[in-house]
């Protein structure tokens, strides 16, 4: 027998089970492995050897789960230590492997994923052990290195573009408008914050400001802006990153939100509500609303964005090739070779390449007063969300 | 020359839109009026003559708002004071009609708008001024009286049904999940609530528990069956109104969500964090994420419902065959005549039997522990949403 095991790590997106239907539907098709094991709940369930066999799923019921978001597998917080401080788990998770005719390991998931598939990959190679370690790339941040762009990336960028868009039509209707926050995922990085202005309407940005974690935020500059922009349509539209920081990198939620909680519950309070804090308390207005997409942006299939749900597929594909090839230690990946037409290679990496790095946004794609985004640095989102759909108000018109 | 305006006020919908596009197509279609005016901002704008002709809009413009979110005629949060306290204003509108030869008025809107209509056209009736004053309804809340149910709320009931199924994906994917609850507006009425118990996974209701307004919140009762759901599963999904109430007719927001904040800042947690405070408190989990659908369950277009749309059109549509037909202190109404086959009438009804009435919902709509919604009454919502997404996941095999 020759088998191999599939699991899935970290927060769930959108399109993480395309990848694992993709490489389950390709092995189907050349019949290189003879079970192809789903672990449920990551590695965490590898080690209670908690398998299913993927090969009780019927074609329609691949074609669902292949369209339905979060984990189907079930995910885990999990982080795998380094064989020295911890040799008993890897010598489990390998007599688990060998017991199973296990010949394959692949991991959907974000850089910590990755770097499992590299300690993993490493530990065969030192032990002799004729395995195959492969990562299949995943993260709605879209923080990975090397790779173009992460698979989940493209969905979650079109949910808060198209939030964006109808909360900012909701929120300028009336002739006393306010300020409008979103918050969006992306602790490190600022991928996701950026994609809320890909949302135009009359073909202008519909986010006055955009803040990033790349940017440290200057409290001077923000209220400044706010006030001019204010002053000028009676309305203001904000997309924050959750992961907003001050110029010594501590996060701005957990110094301005809980200022007024003397218990200090910084939970209540991100980064929306930080600067609704800071708006509210220089009396710009008080008519400040704050939207945290939460969760819902990384697992609302019903606006997947179709590019990323096919190179979710592919990746899967290709994942189960590069075993076949012997590749081990590796991830699946996608580079761009263009951005209109978009066009992509399929490839791979080394997962230390990718493992336990962060792709933060680069700077030129930032404006220069670090509060938006460039009209070029859209060239790179578009594709990967498709087209927003487009609206039209009539009020608008008489607006000053 | 024959003229009409047509305003809109309150909050936004996903439909309001078709409603005013309804009435303009077929006002175009029979020529009865010579101008279609829209008053921008409601009576607020009509009082400053911020008119717009309607006229002017190309067929394929119409489609564009026909199928854009939010008010686009603008909105306002004017109410319209009784005859004897606001003599001058009303001497003004009429003017202003009388100006522009405007021989009928629509409003469309909740119960405050539908109390505009009855006053205006008592006025008119009094003052013996030939004019026709019709009101077409909307609100997401689902509270007015009469009609079946509100153009709005089909389209924002299936917002919030595809939300909780996608996020309760996303909550359950690990071994140790905690409690999701999602907040749903409706201040007044828990139709929005009720409405997340049309979302189900595998045949099973997606949300453990609903709290409505009509049920007074029963802390201990709520508790123990929280702390019973989770024993059970290891994950407890909520939705809860943001009306919530105790038997004393205080918002549960206003009483526990501030209780851990010594400025008293109310706004920054709805009823959502207060039923997280008091899990926490009660320490069943420190696992609680909330979820604030906000302004995007009234306006997010993109998963308006199909049945929502075409009713809200002939509503508009038939608004303009009321005044033809010498009708005023009328609303444009429908009725149920049948669930399966969903089948309705278009009717009309006194604007005073809509105005300042709130449509509670009924409490045999409500399981007897009055924490969920009856199976029985879900055939009421269904036909509004339309169908919901399927989707399967693989690691839910697994549960206990």
Redesign the interface.
């Known amino acids: 027998m020759k088998n191999c095991v599939i699991a899935q790590s970290g927060g769930?997106t959108s399109v993480i089970?395309a990848s694992v239907m993709g490489l389950l539907k390709k092995n189907n098709e050349i019949s290189y492995f003879d079970i192809v094991y789903?672990g449920?709940?990551g590695i965490?369930?590898i080690l209670n050897e908690?398998f299913?066999d993927?090969g009780q799923l019927s074609d329609e019921?691949i074609e669902?789960?292949r369209?339905?978001?979060?984990?189907?597998?079930?995910?885990?917080?999990y982080k795998l230590k380094n064989y020295e401080d911890s040799k008993e788990e890897y010598r489990k998770l390998f007599e688990i492997f060998r017991k199973h005719d296990i010949k394959a390991f692949f991991y959907a998931g974000g850089n910590d994923s990755q770097d499992t598939v590299r300690k993993l990959a490493a530990y065969a190679k030192e032990h002799e052990i004729d395995m195959n370690f492969i990562g299949i790339p995943k993260t709605v941040d879209n923080d990975l290195q090397v790779i173009d762009h992460a698979p989940g990336f493209g969905s979650a960028a079109r949910y808060i573009a198209?939030?964006v868009l109808?909360?900012y039509?909701?929120?300028?209707?009336?002739?006393n408008n306010g300020v409008f926050i979103t918050e969006t995922m992306g602790r490190d990085a600022g991928w996701l914050a950026a994609s809320g202005a890909l949302a135009t309407y009359n073909g202008r940005r519909c986010a006055d400001i955009i803040l990033l974690p790349e940017v440290p935020f200057d409290e001077e500059k923000f209220l400044q802006r706010v006030e001019e922009i204010y002053k000028e349509k009676n309305h203001v539209y904000i997309v924050a990153s959750e992961g907003v920081r001050l110029k010594d990198g501590s996060f701005l939620a957990a110094t301005k939100a809980h200022a007024?909680?003397?218990?200090g519950?910084a939970q209540?309070?991100g980064a929306g509500?930080a600067l609704k804090n800071i708006i509210v308390s220089a009396g710009v207005t008080s008519r400040v609303?704050?939207?945290?997409l939460?969760?819902?942006q990384?697992?609302?299939?019903?606006?997947a964005s179709e590019v990323d749900l096919l190179e979710a597929f592919r990746l899967g594909e290709r994942a189960l090739l590069m075993a076949k090839d012997g590749e081990t230690g590796k991830v699946s990946i996608l580079v761009r070779k263009s951005d209109e037409p978009y066009e992509v290679e399929y490839t791979s990496t080394d997962a230390s390449s990718i493992a336990n790095h962060v792709k933060y946004m680069p700077l030129d794609m930032v404006t220069e007063d670090g509060m938006n985004i460039t009209e070029e640095a859209l060239k790179y989102f578009r594709p990967l969300t498709g087209k927003l759909?487009?609206?039209?108000?009539?009020?608008h018109?008489?607006e000053k």
Chains 1, 2 share one sequence.
């Open positions: 769930p089970n789903a449920i709940n965490e369930g908690d299913f993927l019921e669902t789960i369209y339905t978001p979060s984990a189907a597998l079930g995910s885990c917080r198209t939030s109808e909360s039509l909701d929120s300028m209707v009336y002739t007024h909680d003397s218990f519950h209540l309070g509500n609303k704050v939207l945290e939460s969760t819902l990384r697992s609302a299939f019903h606006l759909p487009e609206y039209r108000v009539i009020h018109f008489h």
